[in-house]
């Protein structure tokens, strides 16, 4: 017999990911999640601008890996508290997860989460965590066709950042193509370039949180 | 893989719930903007179900197509460019090309199963 079902094959995830939302509400806690493809510099970027952001606000970081500690190794240099999932094995971060993660997390006293996606352009962006904004990183190295080649990635995102913009002068990257491909899938995408390593353009990204993080203290 | 077993999960439920015992064919429903690969959800269910009651059930996936609503004038319409999905997908009543909103492509669901 034929059973109508009719039901979101992602919907555990999903009802798990409203329960963050709302935990996070009640905290005002910002929630950001960081996504894009492998060394495309998330945890740079985090490195180079948790240290402005400590001096305002109180800031923790759930690093997502398929395995080792390395990059919450990193963060946690910055002093910024780091809370390390592994993945074994699977290619993006579920709301189950972050769940779990948060039993060792204080949110009364934060500000700002910073989760830092799997490094992959596909499977995280089909698994909200409860963000209030989702953040997607494209490095100059991995060419200019991105937007155009995983759109869902860049439709479901809330700002793009072009990292490694100090190896614009030695490759051929189109900023201009990468950001309208980008913006025709997206036309309410923030924009902004800059070179985690190097510190440039660090500034309107930061801005750009302490506006968001004001915005969430504003709320309830 | 974390798909496939989501839908073992509902799937099992939806069979307990109805008394029945095998399963002969799940029918769902994947819009064509999913990061969802036919072959790849197809694999994954047929290896997570060896040995269970699901064995050997019929996986029928059904692409929902794109329509868009156009950001500009509001025409809906249905774009059907393969290679570069809905980039450049221009509108049949004004032309615009950009900032569309997705309206169905996005979906991932479940729609019936077949079991006794």
């Known amino acids: 017999m034929q059973i109508q079902v009719v039901r979101k094959i992602l919907e555990h995830n999903e009802e798990t990911a409203k329960r963050l939302r709302d935990t996070f509400s009640r905290h005002r806690t910002l929630v950001l999640n960081l996504m894009s493809s492998p060394g495309a510099g998330k945890t740079t970027l985090l490195e180079s601008t948790l240290g402005t952001l400590q001096r305002s606000f109180n800031t923790a970081v759930i690093e997502g890996d398929i395995s080792t500690t390395r990059d919450a190794e990193r963060i946690a240099a910055t002093g910024a508290q780091t809370l390390q999932i592994n993945t074994d094995g699977a290619c993006h971060l579920d709301s189950s997860m972050v769940l779990q993660a948060l039993e060792h997390l204080d949110l009364s006293e934060l500000d700002i989460l910073f989760i830092e996606n799997v490094g992959n352009l596909v499977c995280p962006a089909e698994f909200e965590l409860g963000e209030d904004a989702t953040i997607t990183l494209l490095s100059v190295p991995e060419g200019d066709d991105k937007p155009e080649k995983y759109p869902g990635m860049f439709a479901k995102s809330h700002a793009l950042i072009l990292n490694k913009t100090d190896l614009l002068p030695f490759l051929t990257f189109d900023v201009e193509r990468a950001k309208t491909a980008a913006m025709t899938v997206n036309k309410d995408l923030e924009f902004f370039a800059v070179s985690a390593a190097q510190g440039d353009g660090l500034q309107d990204w930061t801005r750009w949180i302490a506006e968001k993080v004001r915005g969430k203290q504003a709320t309830g | ?116």
């Open chain 2, 1 to 116: 893989m974390s798909v496939a077993q989501s839908l073992i999960d509902i799937i099992k439920s939806e069979m307990d719930k109805n008394a029945v015992t095998t399963l002969q064919a799940v029918k769902v429903k994947a819009g064509r903007i999913n990061a969802i690969v036919p072959e790849a959800l197809d694999m994954a269910f047929q290896s997570l179900t060896k040995g269970t009651a699901m064995e050997g059930a019929r996986l029928e996936l059904e692409t929902v197509p794109l329509e868009l609503e156009c950001g500009v004038c509001g025409a809906r319409f249905t774009s059907a460019t393969e290679d570069t999905l809905f980039l450049h997908a221009e509108c049949p009543e004004c032309g615009q090309e950009f900032g569309h909103k997705v309206v169905t492509g996005r979906e991932l669901y479940i729609e019936y199963i077949e079991a006794d």
